[in-house]
Nanobody, 123 residues
Framework: QVQLAESGGGLVQAGGSLRLSCAAA????????MGWFRQAPGKEREFVAG????????YYADSVKGRFTISRDNAKNTVYLQMNSLKPEDTAVYYC????????????????WGQGTQVTVSS
């Protein structure tokens, strides 16, 4: 069992930055691939970024490539999402998720989820 807790969301102006954190607890949490997803009102939950358990490989949605960076510190059991050059269309609830094996973009294939943190970008 893995427990996940996101933090770091908030209100920011367009062009600004935020860093989200996802603290993981549980047995061998560092062995899991981690993903960040987001869900805007009335929309499907979408993949944003993912990172392998080792941190060597990362993967990004086209919409955030070059603006967002995912990283992890296994010693702290924490995954980060650095978000720069934020746009109003980035407004959503952001979730972190964990799964064994490699990164995938389908939310249904993740085993554990956090409660989400709201990110609002004003124009």
């Amino acid at each position: 069992q893995v427990q996940l807790a996101e933090s770091g969301g908030g209100l920011v102006q367009a062009g600004g930055s935020l860093r989200l954190s996802c603290a993981a607890a549980g047995r061998t949490a560092s062995n899991y691939a981690m993903g960040w997803f987001r869900q805007a009102p009335g929309k499907e939950r979408e993949f944003v970024a993912g990172i392998t358990w080792s941190g060597v490989s990362t993967y990004y949605a086209d919409s955030v490539k070059g603006r967002f960076t995912i990283s992890r510190d296994n010693a702290k059991n924490t995954v980060y999402l650095q978000m720069n050059s934020l746009k109003p269309e980035d407004t959503a609830v952001y979730y972190c998720a964990a799964r064994l094996r490699t990164i995938v973009t389908a939310a249904v294939l993740y085993d554990y989820w956090g409660q989400g943190t709201q990110v609002t970008v004003s124009s």
